[in-house]
């Protein structure tokens, strides 16, 4: 281990300066990895994905499934010292939802009742935000939503301290103080960012002495720091996969986790030619996707043939277009293009994505369709596609929060066209109401009936080539212990691993 290291300390790359670290602010990964350990909310997501609590102890669900009471445990306290209290948690959500916050996360709590009347400047207090006692909270939302207590783990749902929020203003974003096991002991913007591990943490004290986060654009100077012993844990850049796996000195040292991500390729179903689905499900067969997957791609990730990715379902749903360029043939003669046709297809300014696009460009030259290739830097491409400019286009979607509803109602229900999420404009008023019926719905196997029959009907319409669930791979030094990879950055809190 280099002797120019705090001894103790763990070393990790971050590719940008984070923007901001206050909870109600943070967009990125970066932000939020980083402020899961700065932070905690009422509950949080353990490494099953289950909802565990954090600092609430319990918490009770009324049947109508409307009302969440949560019991907060004693002796949690800010980095100030304070103890935590339910009014804590009141102004913390009442600040997110606040219009001179100017949160872009006031999603995460809206369905709680009153707010619309609270950020329309109608009343001062939220309706449905309830301090019963010291350590009692209780939230009302408008209607059932099966996925809420989810939202409650997310970054945006953090408790901090109006005293210092207030006396800091816009400083708090760098200079934030929360609950959790780590604070911020130094940060030299654009350098690096040091947390120091804290010994009063309500749920022990963490194994390390601190964390060093590095900020390194580049990917290359990432690999020769990291194989100078400079940072202990990396996400494997895509260049140097092979040659790591390949690697007797580093192949027991890689982790792997299933991606909760979909990768796909768009039709814009709101126009011609794809608001044919017979082309559509053409084009789905004229590609070998498993051979993209295996090849260009090697083996990064899961072969998928449907919106949600296998870790979050119970219910599995059949490939229904496997690869086969004389089907693909015959529905575009039947689609009405029996000499083929030419489209345009939009992506992002990246390398990989483009070798991934000239091979399906040449899949689609096969059975007749012309596919020009227009590639953006990534603003102007988001707003293209937002707009509907394309006739297709390849994006990948991340879930949110871990529940089947995230890969459902943003990508495929029609109140979100566009910049919503449904970037596809795919509009069926069937799959609309299975997925209203999920969300309502408190039984866990009767919402995944929901699901799965929604799912099968967006696979039978086609507005997606489902390509695969994009897996997530870290390589570590051999003298790091106890480290694990998760599927969501807020899960790890930095307290098991240790140099």
Known sequence: MPSNRIDGYIYYRLSANPSTLDPALIVDVTGGSISAKLFNGLVRFDENLNIVSDISYKWEVSRDGRTYVFYLKRGVRFLNGREVTADDFKYSFQRLLSTQ?????????????????????????????????????????????????????????????????????????????????????????????????????????????????????????????????????????????????????????????SGINTYYLGFNCSRPPFNNPMLRKAVSFAIDRDKILKTIYEGRGLPSSSPVPPLLKAWSVPAAYPYSPDRARLLLREAGYPTGLKIKIYLAADQEVLDILEVIQGYLKTI????????????????????????????????????????????????????????????????????????????????????????????????????????????????????????????????????
């Open 101 to 257: 916050t100017k949160s872009p996360n006031t999603w995460v709590l809206d369905r709680i009742k009153g707010v619309k009347e609270f950020i329309d400047g109608k009343t001062e207090d939220i309706a449905g935000i309830k301090v019963e006692d010291r350590y009692k909270l209780k939230i009302t939302i408008e209607e059932p939503f099966a996925p809420f207590l989810s939202l409650l783990c997310m970054t945006a749902a953090y408790v901090v301290p109006k005293e210092d929020v207030e006396r800091l203003g816009t400083d708090f974003s760098t200079n934030p103080s929360g609950t959790g096991p780590f604070t911020i002991k130094e940060w030299k913007h654009n350098q690096y960012l040091r947390l120091e591990a804290r010994s009063d943490y309500f749920d022990g004290k963490p194994r390390t002495k601190g964390i060093v986060y590095k900020v390194i654009p580049d990917d290359l100077t990432t690999v020769a720091e990291f194989e100078s012993g400079n940072l202990d844990v990396i996400s494997m850049p895509a260049a140097e996969f092979s040659r790591y796996m390949k690697d007797p000195k580093w192949k027991d040292l890689i982790s792997g986790a």
């Open 368 to 499: 007749g369709i012309e596919a020009e290739l227009r590639q953006l830097e990534w603003s102007a491409y988001k707003d293209a596609i937002n707009n509907g400019e394309p006739d297709a286009f390849w994006i990948s979607w991340w879930a949110d929060y871990p529940d089947p509803e995230n890969f459902l109602f943003p990508l495929f229900h029609s109140s979100n066209l566009g910049s919503a999420g449904n970037r596809t404009r795919f509009q069926n008023k069937e799959v609309d109401a299975l997925i209203e019926k999920g969300q309502r719905s408190m039984n866990k196997t009767q919402r995944d009936e929901y699901y799965q029959k929604a799912e099968e009907l967006i696979v039978k319409h086609a507005p997606w080539v489902f390509f695969w669930h994009k897996k997530d791979f870290t390589i570590r030094q051999p003298w790091i212990k106890n480290y694990k990879i998760y599927p969501i950055y807020s899960i790890d809190k930095g307290m098991e691993i240790e140099a």
